[in-house]
């Protein structure tokens, strides 16, 4: 006699954590979380403490009357702000820098990540890497200060063009040519900030599966088609993710640089250039905060929109 089929179990589906079980984990890692509250406090001190400040965008703001004291003037300085003569033009321009910065700027860090991934030779690895991560830990105004000895009328570049013209070549001051402004200040993010972007952009890769580029490499895939076809589509979250970051960024400049690297010949004018000659240097503390306020939720709104049509193209997203 045939010994009746048990009827099959069917496991019931794992219990979503409870409040007990995230404190035990809480209290398992509480080093690693001591070791993120520094971190949370910079953040909640520098990012959201002065969140209050915004208010003075609305406000007729008198420093004697005080933050509470001063009259509420509703959107009065948001309607100044885009009537101020040199703002149509600063818009352009950090548009431009922005746009240019993300074309070129952008994929610089992926395709040196993509060429350091194909370095055997750990020692001459490790010291390409420490060569191109070095600029990162330099101030901007170090930057700028190594940029005017560079470019100046008897520096370096100048000397390597009479030795290649000729000595009877005319020396250029290049930070007084407004053409180059724009060339210089990407050439400058290039140099200082590449090396140290690559580092999100290796610990991805070398998440990558081994077996992917030996399934390539039997189909006969070289080391370009491997990384079209493997590397970049494996990180391609990754990269989604920095490029959302970097388009919330994109009505945003690099003031430090900009600011620095104007002169009497050259004044280019960026939306943070305004903010600061508005808010610190002619005491417009409430049209500057105005400006600042449009320039953040204009970040917002392009991260928000940014982060939707990533998730609806590739399902990958910051949340």
Known sequence: MKELAKPLVRASPPKPPGPESKWRQIRKDKLLYLLLTPAVALVFIFSYLPMPGILVAFKD??????????????????????????MTEAIGQTLLLSTLTLLVCFPAPI??????????????????????YLPHFLSWISVIGIAYAFYSLYGPLNDIRLWLLG???????FLAD????????????????????????LAAIASVDPQLYEAAYMDGAGKFKQALHVTLPTI???????????LGHLFQSNFELIYGLQNPYVDTEVISTIIFKQGIQQGAYALSTALGFIQGLIALLLTVGANAVSKKLTSSGIW
């Open 61 to 86: 703001y008198d420093v004697f009357k005080g933050f509470w004291g001063s009259d509420w003037v509703g959107l009065r300085h948001i309607r100044e702000v885009f009537e101020l003569p040199m």
């Open 111 to 132: 395709l040196l990540a993509l060429l350091l991934n194909e370095l055997r030779m750990q020692l001459f690895k490790r010291f390409a890497q420490t060569l191109l």
């Open 167 to 173: 000595p009877d070549t005319e020396r250029t001051m």
């Open 178 to 201: 407004k053409s180059f402004f724009i060339p210089n200040v990407l050439l400058l993010s290039l140099w200082k900030e590449t090396g140290w972007s690559t580092i999100i952009f």
């Open 236 to 246: 391609l979250p990754t990269v989604m993710i920095m490029l959302i970051f970097q």
